[in-house]
């Protein structure tokens, strides 16, 4: 069975930095694509950046220039790696896989909190 | 970026009756159309994909049609569990991968 674990959430001041990882068991990463999506508190869901194909990464507006998507093939690990957090960083984040070729997420963790605040 | 709009925001039903929520692409998107249910503390879970293949497990009570901007998530006899947030996902063009703002099904 698929698992994906979220990990590394937590409160942190504005301009700080944090690194998300996802655990996963029974799926290959090296061969597969991972996402990961955000809810504010209370609001809907957001596409924050996908790691795809053999190495191509992409990002939200909103996140490019200061989040970094990351993969461990050897440990099967998917990272997020977030530089100058901002307030509307504050969030659930989900680690997403998808075993098909198509963007759409057969797979979700159980997503890990970020806070950001003074 | 393709901006998808879900109608109505909020939808209240009975226990056995049908629900129709909709979902409205700002360009076509061919049918690369996914909806999800979230209920609340739980992560999100996929219900269909290509606009009206059902992910696996997913009761045939919910079905989904529509394809280019236009598409409708149909719930016949709802059942308790049933009540939930729905999004519906564009990836036809991306990115960005955009979703829907949501519709909240309650009881009615």
């Known amino acids: 069975e698929v698992q994906l674990v979220e990990s590394g959430g937590g409160l942190i001041q504005p301009g700080g930095s944090l690194r998300l990882s996802c655990t996963t068991s029974?799926?290959?990463?090296?061969?597969?694509?991972l996402i990961w999506v955000r809810q504010a508190p209370g609001k809907g869901l957001e596409w924050v950046s996908v790691?795809?194909?053999?190495?191509?990464?992409y990002y939200a507006d909103s996140v490019k220039g200061r989040f970094t998507i990351s993969r461990d093939n050897s440990n099967n690990m998917l990272y997020l790696q977030m530089n100058n957090l901002r307030a509307e960083d504050t969030a659930v984040y989900y680690c997403?896989?998808?075993?098909?070729?198509?963007?759409?997420?057969?797979?979700w963790g159980q997503g890990t909190l970020v806070t950001v605040s003074s | 970026e393709i901006v998808m709009t879900q109608s109505p925001g909020t939808l209240s039903v009975s226990p056995g009756e049908r629900a129709t929520l909709s979902c409205r692409a700002s360009?076509?998107?061919?049918?690369?159309l996914a909806w999800y249910q979230q209920k609340p503390g739980q992560a999100p879970r996929l219900l269909i994909s290509?606009?009206?293949t059902r992910a696996t497990g997913v009761p045939a009570r919910f079905s989904g049609s529509g394809s280019g901007t236009e598409f409708t998530l149909t719930i016949s006899s709802l059942q308790s569990e049933d009540f939930a947030f729905y999004y519906c996902?564009?990836?036809?063009?991306?990115?960005?991968?955009?979703f829907g703002q949501g519709t909240r099904l309650e009881i009615k």
């Open positions: 360009q076509s998107v061919r049918s690369d």
């Open positions: 029974d799926f290959t990463v090296s061969s597969n694509y």
């Open positions: 997403v896989g998808t075993v098909t070729t198509a963007m759409y997420f057969d797979y």
């Open positions: 290509g606009a009206s």
């Open positions: 790691f795809y194909g053999g190495g191509s990464t």
């Open positions: 996902q564009q990836y036809s063009n991306w990115p960005p991968i955009t």
